[in-house]
Every structure is written in structure tokens, then in C-alpha cells.
């Protein structure tokens, strides 16, 4: 995904901070552009756009909530039970099964050239 930024012509209206998906479409749009802030963003373009629930906990099979960790990192956060944080921003792919992770890297790879 791509982080947009919208200016603001109207003082009054802060700037917008987007979450857009590669074709371009996003949904909605922070103020903050901190790590949860973004990821909020993300989270609610993907589900606004594409209907999909995501990130989801594995081991639970439900959405998981960007928020704060206990030392104020941005975690994904499962709300399942008592709760327990799936893993840092930006680290979602480390909670992929080796198989799936190893395809992620093999496409980065290529990307990369
Ligand atoms: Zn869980």
C-alpha cells in the first residue's frame, strides 16, 4: 500500500493522511500520520474497498485493531479472550505461516530487481 497526502486548501481543515491500495483507491483519511494512525488507515481502506477483514489473528480467525503496546509501540492488538497484541506495525509478516513468508520475500526480491 501507498501512503497519499492531501493538502489542505482551507486553514480551517487540517491536512488528510491516505492509505491507498496500489490501483489508488483509498477510504476515508488520518490527520496524525503516526504508525497506529497510518495503519488505522490501511485497515479501514482494505475493509472499506475491498470488504475484507484484515489484519486477522490466525490463531483466533478474527479482526485485529491497531493501537498502542505497552511500551507505546504501535501493535495489532486481537481482541479475542483476554486480548493479546498479534505483533508491531509494520511486522505483519513475520505472523505468516514459512511458507507464505518466503513468497512474500521471493516478490519483494523481484520487485527490487
Ligand atoms: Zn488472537
Known amino acids: 500500500?501507498?501512503?497519499m497526502w492531501t493538502p489542505s486548501d482551507d486553514e480551517d481543515i487540517p491536512d488528510q493522511y491516505h492509505a491507498a491500495l496500489p490501483d489508488g483507491r483509498w477510504h476515508d483519511g488520518v490527520q496524525d500520520p503516526d504508525t497506529a494512525g497510518i495503519a488505522e488507515a490501511a485497515q479501514e481502506t482494505v475493509q472499506a474497498v475491498l470488504w475484507q477483514v484484515w489484519p486477522v489473528c490466525r490463531e483466533h480467525r478474527s479482526g485485529v485493531h491497531a493501537g498502542a503496546g505497552a511500551d507505546e509501540r504501535a501493535v495489532w492488538w486481537c481482541r479475542v479472550d483476554e486480548g493479546h497484541e498479534?505483533?508491531?506495525?509494520?511486522?505483519?509478516?513475520?505472523?505468516?505461516?514459512?511458507?507464505?513468508?518466503?513468497?512474500?520475500?521471493?516478490?519483494?526480491?523481484?520487485r527490487a530487481g
Do not use: I
Not at 91 to 108: H, N, V, Y
Open 86 to 110: 498479534l505483533c508491531e506495525v509494520g511486522e505483519l509478516a513475520q505472523t505468516l505461516p514459512g511458507k507464505q513468508r518466503r513468497a512474500l520475500r521471493r516478490k519483494e526480491r523481484r
Open 1 to 3: 500500500m501507498r501512503l
